[in-house]
């Protein structure tokens, strides 16, 4: 009885009252609206993360529907090209809760005991019930197609719960609704509905007696009476056979027919179209069935009802599942399963009734282009830009485009649709709505829903020029005012209460009037009322009886004036009389007119005036003078904002008295607006630049900047990370890619520049201007380096060959010249007249230069032909008349000319031409010969057209839209098109890193490029109609466009320069206020250290050049023999040839692998910053600081260690640099030359030789080097076609080197050792983990690697060519079976050792090592040696020795293997013996021992080197180091010889200067030692007595800890004495006092703590650097100083937010005192441009760090970095209290220390730099050598040491000066 309410339905929204969320929960982006097709209200879920954004019922978890109706029923839509969840709670009698869940983002069946997820298959076309034409096909899940409609999802939960759990249903708990659908309503019921019948229909069919009921009114969808349900909707049963009677149990899924029936036609039946046409799932069904259950009969439905539905065919296909199919006499193809492995047949047939839609074939991605960012403000007008509600978004226009960007992040939306310029935008107050209105004849306005970007309404009531909008302060009015067909302006107001439901707006009043309107406001109190201001007038409007009609307002001796904004007073509450409201009104001459709304009358007018002085904030006189032009005014509760023509954005009080702000800008201020909580201005000038004013702080950020007209021309630096725009506004601008922040801006007053570009690898571009000029520039230094006019006419081409050595220049009157840029002159080589086709249409790139630089095409000597000539000489090489491609085509009519052309890609060896008939021509740049050539590439003649560096994607633009087409032209539809421009577009370019995309027109787009994968290969029968394809590749083979530039090179670099220039005196952005005054650099202004003129640049790795094609039957395409090793147990050739280009192809396909899991394969430790660019070294001679000593081990490197026990030798890696050392005196010699982490290393065998190898980082490519041990220099430099090397060795005889890439490239590689050039190389299929010479076989190999990978190599020497022969072995199946683990095939392979007797050893991941036959490859024994990793292996006469990552070094003997081979005996318990067993400190990351297995040394990965000894089983610390970030270096001036250290380990190591060796080492487990202090020399030791006489005595180290302790320890006693915790969060800096007596510890919070170390007690907490963490503290050691403070001594604190407090103490009388406090300014933006964040810890993270010292030098000095306006070094004078003077810095410092006796100062920074610099004169020297950022620089007391710390490397630098 309890469930007869539920009877015959629930409506389920209706029943919990949905609307309300009372009892239902919604999250994320939900939304209710109205559907046009369903006519009622809907909701709308959508977000990018499914269960973040949902509907629930009910509300909460705790809570049940208690829903027991056995049908669900869920009207619902997906969202196109989106994916949609929905999850059901069903509760079994037993009380189970099972989920049920759907989804079209599951890709298969899952199933557990109490979760079902089925995947809801999508991609359905509408030919087929089931989806497709033929058996044979499977569907696939993805998301929801564009063509999705409403959609009836009825499933039965009595048989999904007992079909697929066996479990019976009682009720349903929940459901969630996840995004992205549209829902109507969900119903539960225990009647299956029909849906489209009406009951007469019904019962005309004898439907009721059966069952059949007909859709409810509540569910059912909305009909026309003529229309068939299932054209409109569809329906989906699941099961897909359910049955109308509810008591009856739902049969089986139909049985499968005989496999090797054959095919046949069925005769047509009649089927029920509402049942079968829509059912999606249906698939679903047949791959979820349970399998035949053996003595049970299964009913099978072998028929479908019949209800009167015609025209369809079935058939029924080999499985036995039935088809239904719409149209007749088409042809099907059933894929069926052959007899044969591996094979598949297709049959042909033919069925009735039936048709196919082919598949289209597109460009993907769909869509290929994102639009990210837009640089540009204003177009139609610069007046309008607005806030948002929140206070974090600015809207304005740009042209066409409507742009929302967040102020904090700099993230723009945008809004897109209109077809001219965007003149007016106005947005409701509670962010809901944005209209926007276009200029010109089509005056269009358009209604946008904000948050989503959606249009909601469209309209077109003005003719033209409509110039304002606004809405009122509900939003349900919007008025706009432009022109009628009579120029008259018409102001109308629209009713758009009702566009977000209905998307309609109408028409609420129109009037026409002859009076001038600049602005309109909508009255805050009264939607009816509105203002309007103008020339000579000001006038009050009122709609009444649908009638719009005004007053003018009386002005008196004011008339005359022209009006630009009108305000209504704020503040006030809606309930007052009107009359009590005040209107203001603004001038151009600078008048503010207050007017009483009720009298139209002027109650007070005020004149602002202009500062006499900026000293002087009160007016003048209200006669005196020339008022302020005001353009715009905004007012608030508080203040008044103005902005004017003078450039001012003022901050008036309300009674404009005086002013209390103002920001100067460098146009007039044209738009201004005020935040909601009025603490932030908005101001936009007319020149294009978008800023904030922060009214709290005074701090003023520019968002924006922008050309104020067409941009003409762009260019990229592919190195820096910069673009160059010139413009007709007469600048040239230099911003960066990343930000998009305006670096420099060069303005030319005098002429105009009109095409520029950067040079391929200096920091230089040149210009053409209008006049012929050309002028180059160096950016860094911003001087001009030469002029030259050699063009009459406007320059129009210039172009850089590819290694900048030759500049072109051509002029629009016909001249070309050729430039020298070999140095900074630029020399004119050669210049020709009318040889370039006359006429400015073909700029900006009259010119195209080939990828090697050989040639250069262009346009000349008429428009009709196109000209080839040398690249040095200018001499012509090739003329390609276009006029005459196709002599036999008789539909030419037409004489066609060319507009513009380019080079593609080496790899395609083509030359693209543009025609003035919109055509694409392709020629073979070789030939000249006709290729292909594409019609109607745009309707408009194409204005520019750029390739992707690999040759698959062509960009155009024209009739301002950009196209990206498929290069091939082999899709149905090869091209995509994208707006956004108002204007023609100038100039297209891919980014050289292949991931963005820019477009110039009357702004600079930057456009996201998302094709990361390669387009489908050509296929001729696929190629567009369009192309007229004039050859055809007579070779059937294969064949692989070869890219000869690889994507790892193509992304901007930034590489280091040999001979850098010295720094900018500038600071971005810069301004050149005329190019006239920029004078060429003079010979003496030094670029570089050694004199040269020529900016040098170390270029990355040179690629080899592609072969030119030798016929033209070769047409630049080459066949690539490649080889995938691993993937079958069968012998294969491996050609070597072209094994350059083929490893560039390989390299430019990134795909994405999974990292090995296995410790054995290499992954380099993350690192945040590579190297500097620009690096200040001195000569060796000339050095101040020398590498004496370093101090760790690289634990993350693998094989990075190698021991000779004959000769002594011991070598081993740190960082990037390779330490020799001399174990008998301790001495240390370096190898430096990588710049990244070295990975491994090799020696030969006659120790003469040792290879390191280095991985990639950024822009620093893999890098080879062989090392001549003798001399310690570096005889090779090489570059491994890999991303890291994980292993690297020599053959025996020494005459091949052999390198494995990562998991990233998974390729081998042999070397020559004889000139070290590549052999031959291969691929394997998986990575490989290490590599092994058979020591008793020439020429051959083995690798293992994942996956159980064993293989076998031979280098095979006896063809020309040499090449590889790889044997997979076969491996047996328990060896891959892990006992970790139950899941099968999860062991790798990690190490292998070569034994005498033709035995290989292997070792496994899961701890096993097994024992190989290398004459048969085959293995004979196995066991389990280790519970983790094996990392290595050694063997040496019948022992084996096995080091794991698990610490284990275990000794095996071996001795009775070759028994156990031979006699094929098995493995029993004791056949092997364990000799002996050793653990370690940490992972074994590398080995060596003698040949006799009795000492060795092992590398572990916590950075020790341990000495190995087996008989007299010790092990001897050789070589220590920290493992993790070394955080502080601290010494002391009573122990010279020792100093600290404390890492992110938890350790407090002391070490000893002399021999490198760890004295002490203090362990905090679970805690990072964050900083230390050493205690000062003092005569009072506290808590210390009894020292023997003349001993010398060791200070007291404190650190501080994560946990907020304080720790002091005795080094002496070697104990801890005392333990504090002054803090509750992190110590991030620690201090003695002068004389030890108090310790100064800061935390993050920005507390200071000062202790007492005697006592333990926290004596004094600090609070004023409260909420910036503590970054270091300093202590005066003198006393007594003359400098403007009398204090016994003086000590400061430096926190993050560039606060320095300095404080007087004397603690032995309780005494501290504040004395001064220094805060250095900082812009509102960080480093790397993006604007920077507020709080304390987000500084900590993103800015570099605030540091203070105090002068040794100098007493009242106190030094200082960090973040501030410039990178400079800062003193500061207490006696004067300013900063005296200042050095500049190339890079942010992250550390910083004063020499103790000499006028030095060292600096760290992030770039792993090392600056020493002179005191007084600013000067500085750059060292390089550490492999990661600079945390610490220290000197020693004596200043003759610099300790340097970079994550775990300790360097010790001698100082020379």
């Known amino acids: 009885m309890s469930h007869l309410w539920q009877h015959p339905y629930v409506n389920v929204f209706k029943h919990f009252n949905l609307s309300s969320w009372k009892k239902s929960t919604k999250e994320g982006e939900v939304a209710s609206s109205m559907d046009k097709q369903l006519k009622g209200t809907v909701y709308k879920i959508t977000g990018s993360i499914p269960a973040g954004n949902y509907i629930q019922l009910p509300k909460t978890s705790s809570q049940s529907l208690g829903l027991s109706g056995r049908y669900f029923y869920l009207l619902f839509k997906p969202i196109p090209s989106k994916y949609f969840v929905v999850h059901i709670d069903l509760v079994t009698p037993d009380n189970l809760v099972v989920r049920l869940s759907f989804s079209n983002l599951f890709k298969e069946f899952k199933a557990t005991s109490t979760w079902l997820q089925f995947p809801f298959l999508c991609n359905t076309d ?80 004898g439907g009721i007696s059966n069952g059949m009921s007909p859709m409810p009114r509540e569910m059912a969808f909305p009909l026309m009476k003529t229309d068939n349900w299932s054209d409109h909707y569809d329906l989906i049963r699941f099961p897909a056979e359910l049955s109308s009677n509810p008591t009856q149990p739902m049969p089986y899924p139909p049985c499968k027919g005989n496999p090797d029936e054959n095919p046949r036609h069925v005769v047509p039946r009649l089927v029920d179209v509402s049942r079968c046409t829509t059912e999606k799932v249906s698939l679903i069904h047949s791959q979820t069935s349970l399998p035949k259950l053996p003595g049970k009969k299964i009913t099978v439905t072998k028929e479908l009802p019949s209800v009167n539905v015609h025209d369809l065919s079935i058939s029924r296909d080999d499985n036995g599942e039935v088809h239904i199919y719409a149209n007749p006499s088409d042809q099907v193809v059933v894929h069926r399963p052959d007899h044969g492995p591996g094979k598949k047949s297709a049959t042909k047939r033919i069925v009735e009734d039936f048709s196919t839609k082919k598949e289209c074939k597109t460009l993907l991605p769909d869509p290929i282009l994102q639009l990210k960012r837009i640089i540009g403000y204003g177009g139609a007008s610069h007046k309008y830009c607005l806030w948002s509600s929140d206070g974090k978004v600015v809207v304005y226009p740009c042209h066409a485009v409507v742009v929302a960007m967040n102020v904090n992040s700099g993230h723009q939306r945008f809004f897109i649709g209109h077809t001219d310029k965007v003149s007016c935008v106005s947005l409701t107050i509670n962010d809901a709505l944005l209209a926007t209105g276009q200029t010109g004849s089509m005056s269009v306005v358009r209604v946008w829903n904000f948050r989503t970007g959606e249009c909601l309404a469209m309209c077109k009531t003005h003719v033209h020029s409509l110039h304002a909008l606004c809405f009122s302060l509900s939003g349900n009015v919007l008025c706009g005012v432009g022109k009628d067909g009579h120029s008259k302006n018409m102001i109308v107001l629209w009713n758009t209460s009702k566009v977000s439901k209905t998307r309609e707006i109408t028409v609420i009043s129109k009037a026409h009037t002859d009076v001038d309107i600049q602005c309109m406001k909508i009255a ?157 201005v908005l101001a936009g000038t007319s020149s294009g630049n978008l800023g904030v004013l922060d009214v709290c702080s005074r701090d003023y950020t520019t968002i924006m900047r922008s050309h104020t007209k067409k941009i003409t021309s762009l260019s990229v630096d592919p190195y820096r990370k910069h673009i160059v725009t010139v413009a007709e506004d007469h600048t040239i601008r230099v911003w960066d890619s990343d930000s998009l922040q305006q670096l420099y801006d060069f303005s030319a007053p005098k002429e105009c520049p009109c095409v520029v570009c950067y040079h391929p690898l200096g920091q230089i571009f040149s210009c053409g201007f209008e006049g012929g000029t050309v002028k180059v520039f160096n950016v860094s230094t911003t001087s001009m380096l030469a002029e030259h006019r050699q063009h009459w006419g406007k320059v129009i081409g210039l172009a850089y060959s590819p290694n900048g050595d030759y500049m072109y220049s051509v002029g629009s009157l016909g001249s070309i010249a050729l430039y020298d840029c070999s140095d900074n002159s630029y020399e004119l080589i050669r210049l020709l007249g009318n040889t370039v086709a006359r006429g400015e249409k073909f700029g900006p790139d009259a010119v195209a230069v080939s990828p090697r630089g050989e040639y250069i095409a262009f346009i000349g000597p008429t428009e009709y032909t196109i000209s080839v000539a040398s690249g040095r000489s200018l001499d012509e090489v090739m003329r390609i008349d276009i006029t005459h491609m196709n002599v036999v085509d008789n539909s030419r009519t037409e004489v066609d000319s060319a507009l513009k052309v380019v080079y593609t890609p080496e790899s395609l060896n083509q030359l693209l031409v543009t025609t003035a008939s919109n055509k694409l021509l392709k020629f073979n740049a070789k030939t000249g010969r006709l290729l292909a050539e594409v019609e109607h590439i745009h309707r408009t003649p194409c204005t520019s057209l750029d ?342 060795a020599y053959s025996r005889d020494d005459r091949f080197l052999l390198s494995v890439g990562d998991y990233r490239d998974c390729s081998v590689v042999v070397w020559s050792t004889y000139d070290y050039t590549v052999l031959t190389q291969s691929t394997a299929a998986k990575p490989i983990h290490e590599v092994r010479w058979d020591p008793y076989t020439a020429n051959e190999f083995a690798s293992v690697g994942a996956g159980g990978n064993l293989l076998f190599w031979l280098l095979d020497e006896t063809s020309p060519n040499v090449s590889l022969n790889v044997h997979e072995a076969r491996v047996p199946s328990d060896l891959l079976r892990s006992h970790v683990t139950a899941s099968p095939f999860v062991t790798d392979f990690t190490s292998l050792e070569y034994a005498g007797g033709s035995v290989l050893y292997v070792a496994t991941s899961s701890g096993r090592v097994s024992a190989w036959d290398t004459r048969s490859n085959t293995c004979f024994i196995h066991w389990e040696a280790d519970f983790s990793d094996i990392d290595f292996l050694v063997c040496r006469h019948g022992r084996l020795l096995t080091a794991s990552s698990g610490r284990n070094l275990r000794l095996w003997s071996v001795q009775d293997i070759e028994g156990l081979k031979s006699h094929g005996e098995s493995l029993h318990n004791g056949g092997l013996t364990m000799e002996d067993e050793m653990s370690l400190d940490g992972a074994v990351a590398s080995i060596a021992f003698d040949d006799i297995l009795e000492m060795g040394i092992v590398g572990t990965s916590s950075g020790t080197l341990w000495y190995i000894n087996w008989s007299e089983r010790t092990s001897i610390r050789l070589v220590s180091g920290h493992s993790k970030q070394v955080n502080g270096v ?66 007291y180290v404190a650190g501080g800890y994560t946990d907020g302790t304080v720790r002091m320890f005795d080094i002496d006693k070697v104990e801890m004495v005392l333990k504090l915790h002054p803090h509750a969060v992190s110590v991030t800096a620690i201090s003695f006092s002068d004389h030890g007596r108090m310790i100064l510890s800061g935390g993050s919070d920005g507390l200071i703590a000062v202790s007492s170390p005697t006592t333990g007690l926290t004596v004094r907490v600090i609070t004023d650097h409260k909420g910036a963490h503590i970054t270091n503290f300093d202590v005066t050691a003198s006393q007594e100083q003359e400098f403007g403070v009398s204090a016994p001594v003086l000590w400061l604190a430096c926190s993050i937010d560039r606060r320095v407090s300095v404080w007087s103490a004397d603690w032995s009388k309780d005494f501290c005192e504040l004395v001064d406090w ?78 103790p006796t000499g006028s030095l100062m060292a600096l760290g920074s992030k770039e792993r730099l090392v600056k020493l610099m002179d005191y007084y004169e600013g000067s500085f020297q750059d060292f390089t050598g550490m492999n990661d950022s600079m945390q610490v620089v220290k000197f020693s007391p004596d200043g003759r040491l610099l300790f340097t710390a970079a994550h775990s490397e300790i360097f010790v630098w001698e100082v020379l000066v």
């Open 126 to 205: 509408r030919g087929c019930a089931f989806g497709y034409a033929s058996a044979g096909n499977k569907e696939k899940a993805g998301p929801a197609p564009i063509s999705s409609r409403w959609t009836v999802l009825c499933l039965d939960f009595h048989y999904i719960l007992s079909m697929y759990l066996n479990r019976k249903f009682s009720y349903m708990k929940s459901v969630k609704l996840c995004a992205n659908m549209l829902v109507r309503n969900i119903f539960t019921s225990d009647f299956l509905y029909e849906p489209g019948l009406t009951v007469e229909e019904v019962k005309k069919a």
């Open 947 to 1288: 390739t992707t560096a690999d040759g698959c994607y062509l960009a155009t633009a024209g009739d301002r839209v950009v196209k990206i087409w498929d290069y091939n032209m082999n899709l149905d539809i090869n091209f995509q098109v994208f707006i956004g421009h108002s204007e023609a577009i100038n100039q297209v370019q891919f980014m050289p890193d292949g991931q963005s995309f820019l477009s110039a027109g009357e702004a600079l787009y930057l456009w996201d490029f998302l094709a990361d994968k390669q387009p489908t290969p050509y296929l001729p029968e696929g190629r567009n109609y369009q192309e007229r394809d004039w050859f055809h590749s007579k070779d059937n083979t294969d064949i692989v466009t070869n890219s000869p530039v690889r994507r790892v090179f193509d992304s901007f670099t930034d590489l280091p320069r040999q001979t850098p220039p010295k720094p900018a005196k500038y600071d971005s952005p810069v301004r050149i206020d005329d190019l006239s005054s920029i004078h060429r650099a003079s010979d003496t202004d030094e670029v570089n250290s050694e004199g040269s003129v020529k900016e040098a640049v170390i270029v990355g790795p040179r690629i080899p050049p592609q072969k030119a094609p030798s016929s033209d039957e070769d047409e630049a395409v080459v066949i690539i023999s490649k080889s995938f090793q691993g993937e079958s147990p069968h012998v294969r050739q491996v050609k070597s040839s072209n094994i350059s280009s083929e490893s560039n192809t390989q390299k430019q396909k990134s795909v994405h692998v999974e990292k090995p899991s296995v410790h054995k394969h290499f992954i380099q430790r993350e690192k945040s910053h590579s190297l500097a660019q620009r690096r200040y070294t001195a000569p060796p001679n000339q050095a101040g600081l020398k590498l004496k000593s370093v101090i760790g081990y690289n634990g993350n490197g693998r094989g990075n260690m190698v021991w000779q026990p004959d000769s002594g030798l011991f070598i081993y890696t740190s960082g990037c640099v390779v330490i020799v050392e001399d174990l008998n005196t301790s001495s240390q010699q370096f190898l430096q030359g990588h710049v990244e982490e070295i990975s491994t290393i090799a020696l030969q065998s006659d120790c003469q030789v040792l290879a390191s190898v280095s991985g990639t980082f950024e822009q620093s490519a893999c890098q080879l080097c062989v090392w001549d041990l003798p001399q310690l220099v570096c005889k090779r430099s090489l570059t491994p076609p890999h991303c890291e090397v994980v292993s690297l």
């Open 1718 to 1795: 220094l805060t250095f300014p900082a812009p509102a933006y960080a480093p790397e441009g993006s604007v920077k964040l507020k709080s304390g810890q987000d500084l900590q993270n993103t800015l570099p760090p605030s540091l203070a010292k105090f002068s040794t030098d100098e007493p009242d000095i106190i030094v200082y970095i960090g973040y501030g306006m410039q990178r400079q070094v800062s003193f500061y004078s207490m006696a004067q209290r300013k900063v005296v003077r200042t050095a500049a810095l190339t890079h942010w410092g992250t550390c910083l220390d004063i020499c």
């Open 524 to 680: 805050p109190f009264d939607e009816t009322r509105l203002v309007s201001c103008g020339r000579d007038n000001v006038r009050l409007w009122r709609v009444k009886d649908g009638c719009l009609r005004s007053g003018p307002v009386h002005l008196a001796e004011y008339h005359n004036m022209e009006f630009t904004d009108v305000c209504f007073e704020a503040g006030y509450n809606a309930r007052k009389d009107p009359a009590d409201r005040l209107v203001y009104a603004c001038s151009r001459t600078g008048y503010i007119v207050e007017i009483d709304y009720q009298k139209l009358s002027i109650r007070h007018v005020r004149r602002l005036l202009p500062n006499a002085g900026k000293s002087k904030q009160e007016k003048q006189s209200f006669n005196s003078g020339g008022g302020i032009s005001i353009n715009g005014m905004k007012i608030n509760e508080s203040f008044c904002v103005t902005g004017s023509d003078d450039g001012y954005l003022r901050l008036w009080p309300l009674d404009f008295s005086r002013v209390f702000l103002e920001a100067v800008h460098e146009g007039p201020v044209t738009a201004v607006d005020i935040s909601a909580d009025g603490t932030k």
């Open 1530 to 1595: 601290g010494m002391s001036v009573a122990c010279p010889n020792h100093f600290v250290t404390c890492a992110d380990d938890g350790s407090l190591r002391v070490w000893s200067v002399a021999d490198r060796e760890q004295v002490l080492q203090f362990q905090v487990t679970d805690q990072k030692c964050s900083c230390l202090t050493v205690s000062p020399e003092s005569r009072d030791r506290p808590g210390r007595s009894g020292n023997q006489a003349g001993r010398p005595q060791m200070p």
